[in-house]
């Protein structure tokens, strides 16, 4: 086996064959599997519950379902409550990336090509968000919202989560942007291409790598968001995902099975998008690392 | 890499720039103004682009730090102008809270815990991973997996298997493990570990997915060629990989310290604030929500953020200056090589 793997070239950018070329023993096996379990069982915990029946979950925590039901699921699936929660969640993450990708990609690119005074002063104002998680603004944020009136709407969370993304958003994108080779640039110039114009037609298109990554991040942060709709969304109409896994469960304190369902459902968006995209986000922080 | 990378930018951008600028001043004829229009329309595009970045940014998370500064100097319900100046005091009974005292306790245990558990285990899985094996990209999607998924479902999912009716402790009861059967959340000499269980479990695979990044940084040339001098596998992995990682995971211990005093969502979820307390698992953060806003008193609150604040600031430039700073001079004397 390790012939055939080790002769053929490998297809993977961000898998170069840079490790030492040691036939995997059956104690590396062991450990992932390991891994693996420690990893999957409580996922798998909360999904199977959710097949489960409260009596059977009561009787025997922790064991498979007699028989798979699926009217947890279906109930949760049937309820506007969660549609409309998945619809908010969706609202403000779609939102946060969007907004969050073109303030970021237009600010890096200032930092990653033009000189002026201040540029490492600017960028250190960015970087220093990185510092300061929502956690300690969160109080003042929640004055700072309502007094803009943006109180149990959508709009009072997406702004202050852009703001919060910026930092990793351009510590990401700046590296990649440096990358453009200036002869392009200063070919477009010759061309009579203003700066603009080359940020649009080449900018763009050449750091796209760099900006699904982080709008893949921005994404996942925006949907699995917590604090911030906790203090700012208080009208039940306005929940997001998380705010009503925690209010659902809560509510059906008794009813575990159903809180399971509840749960198993509002991970998989998160789950889904990360998969399609784990390699983006490997390869941006790479850059950000390495940069 | 920054400062050479730029010094490297600069010098054929200039020439281009005035290069430029001279091509205008041909066509046109007072070529000082040309020159001082295009230095113009250089700052106007540096304004547009990033003003609007720079606005939302200094509104949203630094401007929030003067208004918390600003309040937590008022005794204030939350409601109407903040009338009730109240000095010091606010500050003076937050330091002298036995609450707050056992938080900023917790924190510590869960900043230095965090390092000294997830660092080893991480860098072990991001070398494991970083092998030719089956499954190799399989499983570095599943260990970031736990990391994906929200606080809530996790802290929702964990307590679920905690409790003291929970799977855990049936799942030991069927192995005939009864003996080992805990109550994981409640039991004060237990919760913080079993925090720093669930801590580890969700964010591990941020840490390993770093490391990887970083250990892709290092050339490939440096291990093959220690390979064929004979060093052994480990041998590389002590004296090349791991001092070659070493910024990689300083800026690893720098994101896990700050979020580590920073933590929040996931004592809230799991413990709520009450148990939290009771339990040994409160910090600063759950301290401030409680003693804050879940209590109205809204100066109060901002008087704790902005000693979290101060922590973190503290912590975060004291970092820098000792830890991080190796590294920026690395990478200036290092970076000119290039």
């Given amino acids: 086996m390790s012939t055939t793997t080790l002769s053929r070239p490998s297809h993977r950018a961000e898998a170069p064959a840079k490790s030492i070329r040691r036939k995997p023993t059956f104690g590396i096996y062991f450990i992932a599997l390991a891994l693996v379990g420690t990893i999957i069982t409580p996922i798998a915990y909360i999904i199977i519950g959710g097949f489960r029946s409260n009596a059977e979950i009561t009787q025997d925590p922790a064991g498979f379902p007699n028989e798979w039901r699926v009217e947890n699921y279906a109930n949760v699936l049937g309820s506007d409550v969660f549609w409309r929660e998945v619809l908010n969640s969706t609202i403000a993450a779609v939102a946060t990336t969007l907004a969050v990708v073109v303030l970021g990609v237009m600010a890096a690119y200032v930092l990653a090509r033009y000189q002026f005074k201040g540029r490492g002063a600017l960028f250190s104002v960015f970087t220093a968000g990185l510092m300061f998680p929502m956690t300690v603004a969160i109080t003042p944020l929640y004055i700072l919202v309502r007094s803009l009136g943006l109180m149990n709407s959508l709009a009072g969370v997406i702004v202050p989560q852009v703001a919060f993304q910026l930092s990793i958003t351009i510590i990401i994108l700046v590296p990649f942007l440096r990358t453009i080779p200036r002869e392009l640039e200063e070919a477009a110039f010759m061309d009579g291409c203003g700066r603009l114009k ?29 604090m911030l709709p906790l203090f700012i969304l208080n009208n039940e109409a306005t929940y997001t995902l998380p705010l009503g896994v925690q209010a659902f469960a809560s509510q059906y304190s008794v009813d575990t099975a159903k809180v399971l369902a509840f749960t198993s459902l509002s991970m998989i968006p998160a789950l889904v998008f990360f998969s399609l995209f784990e390699r983006r986000i490997v390869g941006g922080l790479t850059g950000a690392v390495k940069g | 890499m920054t400062p050479t990378n730029d010094s490297a930018v600069k010098t054929p951008v200039a020439p281009v720039e005035s290069a430029l600028g001279g091509g205008d001043a041909v066509a046109s004829p007072p070529p000082s103004r040309g020159h001082s229009r295009r230095r113009w329309a250089i700052r106007a595009e540096i304004a547009l682009l990033a003003g609007p970045a720079l606005l939302v940014f200094l509104t949203f998370v630094i401007l929030p730090v003067i208004i918390a500064a600003y309040y937590g100097f008022f005794s204030w319900s939350g409601y109407g102008p903040a009338t009730d100046f109240v000095g010091l005091r606010n500050y003076i009974v937050i330091l002298q809270d036995d609450a707050f005292q056992s938080a900023l306790r ?34 570095r999607v599943l260990i970031f997996a736990p990391y994906v998924i929200s606080e809530v479902v996790v802290g929702t999912g964990w307590s679920l298997i905690l409790a003291s009716n929970g799977a855990l402790n049936g799942m030991l009861e069927k192995l005939g493990l009864e003996g080992l059967q805990q109550d994981w959340l409640s039991n004060p000499e237990l919760a913080i570990w079993t925090l720093m269980a669930i801590i580890t479990w969700k964010y591990i695979g941020f840490a390993v997915i770093l490391f990887l990044a970083g250990l892709q940084g290092i050339p490939e040339e440096i291990t093959e060629a220690a390979a064929i001098d004979g060093a052994s596998y480990w041998q590389i992995q002590r004296r090349i990989t791991l001092p070659l990682m070493g910024p990689t995971i300083r800026i690893w211990a720098f994101l896990s310290i700050i979020g580590s005093l920073q933590l929040f969502d996931l004592v809230y979820i799991v413990w709520g604030q009450y148990v939290a307390e009771t339990a040994g698992t409160s910090t600063m953060a759950t301290y401030m929500v409680s003693s804050g806003r879940n209590a109205g008193s809204y100066g109060y609150g901002n008087a704790v953020a902005v000693v979290i604040f101060l922590i973190s600031l503290t912590v975060a430039l004291l970092y820098q200056r000792f830890v991080l700073r190796r590294d920026t001079d690395g990478a200036v004397t290092g970076g000119s090589d290039n």
């Fill in chain 2, 106 to 139: 917790h924190n510590a245990i869960i900043v230095v815990l965090s390092l000294v558990i997830q660092g080893p285990i991480a860098i072990g899985l991001a070398l494991l991973l970083n092998r030719k094996m089956k499954f190799q990209s399989s499983l």
């Fill in chain 1, 198 to 226: 080359f940020f649009w037609r080449m900018v763009i298109p050449l750091s796209m790598p760099g900006v699904v990554t982080v709008g893949i991040l921005a994404f996942i942060a925006s949907w699995n968001s917590y």
